[in-house]
């Protein structure tokens, strides 16, 4: 997952800089608007004529006779060739080299006269040992450079290729990596992303979808991170019904299907829209043997297609009361915010704010998620947070506001960022007098005493109490021995001079000693709780393009020691 955050960030970051190399205009009246969809509606499937064929629609076929058909009630065409074989033969079985150039041009001919186009689109069905390690055998290499040699024809001739891809490909060394960009360099490449569709309906709208992207983006991302450009990538979706193939694989009853087709419709939408990739193809729909008959293939296609655009298909009239209209799987996020947790807006603006203290985005991303856990979980009184603001000018910067602002601006923390870090500090204090812990013993509280020997200390009266108060306490240290100062409604009267807690006895330090044992104990805790809170929030946070942060405990206050309240 980090790898994926990394590369789309990047991507996102470059303004889809990757795009450079994009391949011209679609020809041939091909859409313009990206993504390009691309269903398989050739005479396999019974379905053909009364659902793709209709304007709007991008129809992939094979032969001379449906093609011409799909034209002429408004849909468009591109050639898919079931018979990569053919062509260059297999890894352990690649035809003779000589013979490619000819098969090349035979079959561009053939593209281009089924789809009325003089440089068509040509769907390549499939790589065979996408996924073989190298070194190769030297009949896989030769598969491999035959295949090279039919999209480099293919392109020299005017087509576009794009090369289906079964299996993840192999992307783990150089001499893999340079056969997938020369490929790229003259054809798209198409992985085929394919669910369980019993599986993805039994996590749900939200979780089902968020795994269909997160698998979709993990597939763009094999090829990106060797350098593949996103224009030159694709995906195809399965409908199948045929058992074990992908797809519905004997999903029941039938809406629970139609919900996971609109699914797969918004996830792929979604990422195309992320990584700029510009086809999405469509398999399934044909009956190749009885396995494959489905009779709920038409509205299952129907229903495909509205929910990329409700114009291409009436899936309401068809499906009738089958089919759930909604398309949402999960909150819609308004313009400025990462992510959304409940009511709670998670800002893009705060987030910034927050990386520009710690340095990372990751870092800052895990804090404002911390921040809007606790401040789901416990109220910060505003005129509190503004004693609190007060209180640390008076204690850390004797009094002089301009001297904060300036810590401030060195720490690189905003006013508003300062407040949210103390109404943070505030909230902690009021989870941690919540948490149990198991009381010190009187060795630990000697150890702990003896530990932190050189901490500054003073001695205090507080209604007529005498007890040590530790660094930092800077309006008590700066006191003259016998004066008063009122701290947060409470006077306090300095006694005697600062020195390290070792120059007091034990029996006036212990009970202090005790009470910072128990802080440390219940801060300790605190991680704990909130790191178990924000474990407990994940399946409510929604995020733009699913990146979701680290469930951590960030203390801010480690990059602006000044606002630590204790």
Wanted: hydrophobic share 45%; proline share 7%.
């Amino acid at each position: 997952m980090r790898r994926v955050v990394v590369v789309l960030g990047l991507l996102l970051a470059l303004g889809g800089s990757a795009r450079a190399d994009a391949p011209g205009p679609l020809p041939c009246g091909l859409p313009q608007t990206a993504p390009l969809w691309v269903d398989y509606a050739d005479g396999m499937v019974p379905f053909w004529s009364t659902i793709f064929a209709r304007p709007g629609v991008v129809g992939a076929a094979s032969n001379f006779i449906v093609p011409p058909q799909l034209r002429a009630k408004g849909a468009k065409t591109v050639y898919f060739d079931l018979y990569l074989v053919n062509r260059v033969g297999t890894p352990s079985k690649p035809v003779d080299p000589s013979v490619v150039e000819a098969r090349a041009d035979k079959l561009f001919d053939t593209a281009a006269a089924s789809s009325g186009c003089a440089t068509p689109l040509i769907a390549l069905n499939e790589l065979a040992g996408a996924n073989l390690p190298t070194p190769w055998t030297a009949t896989t290499a030769q598969y491999r450079a035959n295949v090279l040699e039919l999209v480099q024809r293919l392109a020299e001739r005017g087509a576009r290729p794009f090369l289906l891809l079964p299996k993840r490909p192999y992307t783990h060394d150089d001499a893999a990596d340079e056969w997938w960009r020369q490929a790229a360099q003259v054809a798209d490449l198409v992985p085929e992303v394919y669910f369980s569709g019993p599986s993805v309906a039994k996590q749900g709208a939200v979780q089902g979808s968020r795994r269909l992207r997160g698998v979709m983006r993990t597939r763009m991302e094999d090829l990106i991170q060797i350098g593949i450009p996103t224009s030159r990538l694709g995906m195809m979706l399965q409908f199948s019904s045929t058992r074990g193939a992908g797809g519905r694989e004997g999903l029941q009853p039938l809406g629970t299907w139609l919900d996971v087709v609109k699914w797969e419709a918004l996830a792929a939408k979604q990422v195309a829209y992320e990584l700029h990739v510009p086809t999405i193809w469509s398999w399934g729909w044909a009956s190749f043997n009885p396995s494959g008959n489905d009779p709920d293939k038409p509205i299952v296609a129907c229903t495909y297609l509205w929910t990329r655009d409700h114009s291409l298909c009436d899936a309401p009239a068809l499906a009738g009361a089958q089919l759930d209209q909604s398309l949402d799987v999960g909150a819609t996020l308004p313009a400025g915010t990462v992510c959304l947790l409940g009511k709670a807006t998670l800002k893009a603006a705060d987030l910034a704010a927050m990386a520009r203290v710690t340095g990372d985005r990751d870092v800052a991303f895990s804090a404002v998620f911390e921040h809007a856990v606790l401040a789901g979980a416990k109220r910060a009184d505003p005129a509190a947070v503004v004693a609190a603001e007060r209180g640390v000018v008076l204690d850390r910067f004797h009094g002089s506001r301009d001297a904060y602002l300036a810590a401030l601006g060195k720490a690189k923390v905003t006013q508003a960022l300062a407040r949210t870090i103390l109404g943070d500090e505030l909230r902690r204090r009021a989870v941690e007098a919540t948490l149990h812990v198991a009381p010190p013993t009187a060795g630990e509280v000697q150890d702990w005493y003896a530990s932190h020997a050189s901490v500054q200390a003073r001695a205090v009266r507080m209604k007529k109490k005498v007890s040590l108060v530790l660094a930092p306490a800077d309006r008590v240290f700066a006191l003259a021995a016998g004066r008063t100062v009122t701290i947060g409604g409470k006077k306090v009267t300095a006694l005697g001079e600062v020195g390290p807690l070792a120059a007091f006895p034990f029996a006036l330090a212990a009970p202090t000693a005790r009470a910072a044992l128990v802080g440390e104990l219940k801060g300790a805790a605190f991680e704990t709780w909130i790191r178990r809170r924000e474990n407990q929030s994940l399946d409510d946070l929604a995020c733009t393009h699913d990146q979701r942060p680290l469930p951590s405990a960030v203390d801010l206050t480690d990059w602006a020691p000044f606002l630590s309240l204790g």
